[in-house]
């Protein structure tokens, strides 16, 4: 089936360990994004890539590194984990940021919690 | 600032019609979308509006006004698998995404 794989899908992690979520997608999307979700606050972007090779930072990047290999993988780290970094964590890809109506597809999201 | 203002929650009854607002304040427009989320799930897509007016889908529509920064989607016949949360996005000049926190909505029998 096509879509997103996350994992994993739920984590426990100590403050200051490092930590990768990984998403792959098999729709040939250009674009990827990872997206943290929190009660009460709307999706906010913490990084993208538009096309394979490049990346670029969202609205919460701090704390956050990504790397956009190929075309399918888009793998989240968290360098020294913090327990602000509790949260729902989404990955997403699209066709690319300038085509259409670019509707984004989620996966089904990696929750974590940083003790 | 960009902001993104809808209802925390909504409550309306199975059979029923029930409306959902957002308005918005955002530098630029490209196209507002509607998400649907059921509770410890992924969103998925609704709707896409980019110019003024109705859009229909079946049971769901979506609404935009671009003068006056609002939508709205109207969800009818009412099922109680639409309980889940609704949420507006809007692009702005940069094509970037500004999320509103979600509106829960809760279908009761």
């Known amino acids: 089936i096509a879509g997103i794989t996350q994992a994993p899908t739920s984590q426990i992690l100590a403050a200051g360990r490092r930590m990768t979520l990984r998403c792959t997608q098999d729709?040939?999307?250009?674009?990827m994004y990872w997206y943290r979700q929190d009660l009460g606050l709307g999706l906010r972007l913490i990084h993208y890539?538009?096309?394979?090779?490049?990346?670029g930072k969202g609205e919460v990047p701090d704390g956050y590194s990504v790397s956009r290999a190929n075309t399918d993988d888009f793998p989240l780290t968290l360098a020294s984990a913090v327990p602000s970094q509790t949260s729902v964590y989404f990955c997403?890809?699209?066709?690319?940021?300038?085509?259409?109506?670019?509707?984004?597809?989620f996966g089904a999201g990696s929750r974590l919690t940083v003790l | 600032g960009q902001n993104i203002d809808q209802p925390t929650e909504m409550t309306a009854t199975e059979g029923a019609i029930v409306q959902i607002n957002c308005t918005y304040q955002?530098?630029?427009?490209?196209?507002l979308f509607w998400y649907q989320q059921h509770a410890g799930e992924a969103p998925t897509f609704l709707s896409y509006?980019?110019l003024d007016g109705l859009e229909e889908k079946g049971r769901f529509s979506s609404f935009l006004s671009r003068s006056k920064g609002y939508s709205y989607l109207l969800l009818k016949e009412l099922q109680m698998k639409d309980s889940a949360s609704y949420l507006c996005?809007?692009?702005?000049?940069?094509?970037?995404?500004?999320w509103g926190a979600g509106t829960k909505l809760i279908i009761k029998p």
């Open positions: 509006n980019v």
């Open positions: 997403a890809s699209s066709q690319g940021a300038d085509s259409g109506a670019n509707v984004l597809t």
């Open positions: 996005a809007v692009r702005d000049s940069n094509y970037q995404l500004i």
């Open positions: 729709m040939r999307h250009n674009a």
């Open positions: 890539s538009n096309t394979a090779g490049t990346t």
């Open positions: 955002t530098s630029g427009f490209n196209g």
